[in-house]
């Protein structure tokens, strides 16, 4: 009788068999999550498709509601996510009108008294995709509640709402937003639209205490072309910090506030380069004829920036402007003012004048 281990599969072969045995359980599974992926892919498409009908007229309000009860959470809130930048602001609430029992929006607003704070930010930001009144009530909480990143996702949802009741509440409670960049205040500000202009402009003269809030006020109403605010950006422009001083005088060049030109010939000789600069490209964009001789004058300014903004005010200014930089590249003793002026005029860069 042979001894039991000539009977044994050798152990390579065994290994061989067992990775192989693995390896099919891997493809199954990941084959399985495939199909499983494209059947979710393909029903929130349907749903997407459905709501799209719904809003050309050729489904009923009865039949997406039921449609979207059918659906499971996630393609339900992936057809809206998907819908967000699409619709405009009629078609959004036309759906919201038809969607506005909705159960998930329902666990969505439950959702917000999560104890994990990140459940409640998502919850917010889902319920900024539909407006109803019972979704508004529970986001005013939220964004009172906190803490931080859930009352930014609350104001963010509120601020498509056009709310402006929350966007005074945020003004006026400055810190409550104390650890968000200035780029995404501006975003948060701007995404309340048109109406929430004057509140803004109400709480900067008013004065604003968070250097933060202040200057991205400064520039929403600066990108929004708001001149009703002008006297309170140019009151700024001679007090305050230099990033304070800076903004106003871009702000003021972005509204065209024509107005303000004598308080921004002034800021081109402030003490900041970063001032000056932004000071002569906003007499360039509001094109100010009486600008010209302290513009030209600025070519000789030690900050490459400040030559580079006042040269290409100057070419902006029109006739007046374009002769001013003629006369400082034929009579300037300054080779970086003839240089700067030559590249406004031309549009060529060339190596520093002899």
């Known amino acids: 009788m042979p001894p039991l281990s000539d009977l044994s599969t050798p152990w390579p072969a065994a290994l061989a068999i067992v990775l192989a045995i693995i390896a099919l359980?891997?493809?199954?599974?990941r084959a399985h999550g495939r199909r499983q992926r494209r059947h979710q892919r393909g029903r929130h498409?349907?749903?997407t498709r459905s709501f799209l009908r719904f809003l050309d007229g050729e489904e009923t309000a009865h039949r997406i509601a039921s449609l979207a009860e059918g659906a499971d959470d996630g393609c339900y809130w992936s057809a809206l996510e998907t819908l967000s930048t699409r619709l405009k602001r009629q078609q959004w609430l036309r759906l919201s009108q038809a969607l506005v029992r909705s159960r998930h929006a329902a666990a969505e607003r439950r959702a917000l008294m999560d104890d994990s704070p990140w459940r409640r930010a998502?919850?917010?930001?889902?319920?900024s995709l539909l407006r109803s009144?019972?979704?508004?009530?529970?986001l005013r909480k939220a964004l009172a509640r906190g803490p931080e990143m859930v009352t930014f996702a609350a104001a963010t949802a509120l601020a498509r709402y056009r709310d402006r009741g929350a966007l005074r509440w945020i003004l006026s409670h400055e810190s409550v937003l104390a650890h968000r960049h200035r780029n995404a205040l501006v975003s948060l500000l701007r995404a309340f639209g048109r109406r929430g202009l004057s509140v803004m402009a109400r709480a900067l003269a008013r004065g604003i205490h968070d250097i933060r809030v202040e200057l991205a006020v400064v520039d929403t109403l600066g990108l929004a072309g708001y001149s009703e605010a002008r006297e309170q950006l140019e009151r700024r422009l001679f007090a305050g910090d230099m990033d304070l001083r800076a903004a106003c005088s871009r702000a003021l060049g972005l509204m065209q506030a024509?107005?303000?030109?004598?308080?921004?010939?002034?800021?081109?000789?402030?003490e900041s380069w970063q001032v000056r600069a932004q000071a002569a490209r906003a007499l360039g964009r509001m094109r100010a004829p009486l600008a010209t001789h302290a513009l030209a004058a600025r070519l000789t300014d030690p900050s490459w920036w400040v030559r580079h903004h006042?040269?290409?005010?100057?070419?902006?200014?029109?006739?007046?402007g374009q002769v001013a930089l003629r006369q400082v590249i034929?009579?300037?003793a300054d080779p970086y003012a003839r240089d700067m002026a030559h590249e406004a005029l031309t549009g060529e860069v060339r190596k520093l004048s002899a």
């Open 310 to 320: 006042a040269a290409y005010a100057l070419k902006d200014l029109g006739e007046d």
């Open 122 to 127: 998502l919850a917010a930001r889902r319920l």
């Open 45 to 47: 498409r349907a749903l």
């Open 258 to 270: 024509i107005e303000c030109a004598t308080s921004l010939i002034a800021a081109l000789r402030d």
């Open 133 to 138: 009144r019972a979704s508004w009530r529970a």
């Open 330 to 332: 034929a009579g300037s």
């Open 25 to 29: 359980a891997s493809y199954a599974v």
